[in-house]
């Protein structure tokens, strides 16, 4: 824990162009919406029916500490130039590495949730068996990862 990091500022002719803009939008929406999908906002609707006030609490809680934890993470990879993984392993040699595969395994994780939500919600709002919803679901996810 004792290790002092050498972080090297770089200068660079970098000119942020519409292109950049555009990158950098698409992510700031990747990032608000990674953790909402018909899984998270069909388990939010049944426990707000049953917990009411105290689960709003809980829900703004997560919300602060979220953008909390989002900033500081941002703002070392910014002023560092270094990916995430990188960062991680001047630390912990290995730990970018295991952080990685981390993420991928929730990544996983999540979308077997978000298509076992979307299921659940097809059959809430149309009434249709959720093997059909999760099967609708995917497909319509698949078509539009092949445009």
């Known amino acids: 824990m004792g290790r002092n990091l050498k972080l090297k500022h770089r200068e660079s002719d970098f000119e942020f162009t519409k292109n950049h803009k555009r990158l950098l939008l698409g992510s700031v929406f990747l990032m608000a919406t990674s953790a909402i999908g018909p899984a998270f906002l069909t388990q939010t609707a049944v426990f707000t029916s049953q917990f009411l006030a105290s689960?709003?609490?809980?829900?703004?809680?997560?919300?602060?500490?979220?953008?909390?934890?989002?900033?500081?993470?941002?703002?070392?990879?910014?002023?560092?130039?270094?990916?995430?993984?990188?960062?991680?392993?001047?630390?912990?040699?290995?730990?970018?590495?295991v952080i990685s595969i981390l993420i991928a395994f929730g990544g996983l994780a999540f979308n077997i949730g978000n298509i076992a939500g979307a299921g659940l919600g097809l059959n809430a709002i149309f009434g249709l068996d959720v093997k059909w919803g999760r099967s609708y679901y995917c497909n319509l996810c698949n078509i539009n990862l092949c445009k």
């Open 55 to 97: 689960f709003a609490f809980a829900i703004l809680l997560s919300i602060i500490i979220d953008i909390g934890a989002q900033i500081n993470i941002w703002r070392i990879l910014v002023v560092t130039g270094l990916r995430g993984q990188e960062i991680s392993n001047k630390v912990v040699p290995g730990l970018g590495t």
